[in-house]
């Protein structure tokens, strides 16, 4: 299982009440040791093929060791998972590692957050956990662009209330599938090209990738802020945040972090609401 690693500085702190957050995606699962609202630690993971919490213990235990003795201190962990065959394995790991139950977030989390959905348990605990951080954190109205597996774009207004969004294919989903049915087509990287117009195919097929993704999130994101009927703050969050940003013109802020604030504001607020 290969991991990225980011850390915010050496060593672990001095006592505090830590926090593993795990964020389960299609592709990707992203990890974080938090200290009330800082990441001290955060790790990608390739989500891969479903897994035994005895398979994730060694890696996990040796990517978080710095903290170990914290968390286990804390026994406070959540989970945001959309794969639901993942979710027992990572609930598995968290018990082995800490001694207790993970809170596992749904849309039942949602403390203080108002879902004007049809269907509000069929809502991703990582849209719920965007929508919770930037009702917490940022100024309303917002829509969060979480770029992922899929693109999702996520209404919250003042109340706060989640009024829901829209769901696009992902950046990298769609250029996948682009190559596997054109062969003869080869890959290229998701980078800002230096003109629009290619003068090679790859050069032809890194514009069409990522201008056709920058202006169909900022074409969204426009229809989104006219049926609102004011504009929105625009904040962008997952692995291609900062890329598609960079070309964006509708948004504001980045902030690889947000799903995971979300999870703990949601940790934290159940705990209150238990008296724990």
């Not at 609930?91 to 082995?96: D, S, V, Y």
């Amino acid at each position: 299982m290969a991991a990225a690693r980011s850390r915010s500085r050496a060593g672990a702190p001095p006592g505090g009440s830590l926090l593993l957050a795990i964020d389960v995606g299609n592709t990707q699962t992203v990890l974080g040791v938090l200290e009330g609202s800082r990441v001290c630690e955060l790790f990608r993971v390739s989500s891969g093929l479903p897994r035994t919490g005895d398979e994730l213990l060694p890696v996990v235990e040796r990517l978080i060791a710095p903290w170990g003795d914290g968390l286990a201190a804390s026994g406070r962990a959540v989970i945001g998972s959309v794969v639901p065959s993942l979710t027992p394995a990572w609930e598995q790991l968290a018990r082995r590692l800490l001694g207790r139950d993970p809170h596992v977030a749904s849309a039942a989390s949602a403390h203080g957050l108002r879902l004007e959905l049809k269907d509000p348990a069929s809502v991703g605990a990582d849209r719920i956990a965007n929508a919770v951080a930037v009702a917490a954190l940022y100024r309303l109205p917002a829509i969060v662009v979480d770029l992922g597996t899929a693109t999702t774009f996520d209404v919250v207004v003042p109340g706060p209330r989640y009024l829901g969004g829209a769901i696009a294919p992902g950046i990298l989903t769609s250029a996948e599938e682009l190559f596997r049915r054109a062969a003869r087509l080869a890959k290229v990287d998701l980078r800002p090209p230096e003109h629009v117009v290619g003068r090679t195919t790859e050069e032809a097929i890194q514009s069409g990738v990522y201008f056709g993704s920058v202006g169909q999130i900022d074409g969204l994101v426009t229809r989104l802020g006219a049926e609102l009927g004011e504009r929105p703050f625009v904040i962008a969050t997952g692995g291609l945040a900062s890329v598609i940003a960079a070309g964006s013109s509708t948004i504001e802020r980045v902030d690889p972090t947000l799903t995971l604030q979300g999870l703990r504001l949601i940790e934290e607020r159940d705990r209150e609401a238990r008296g724990g």
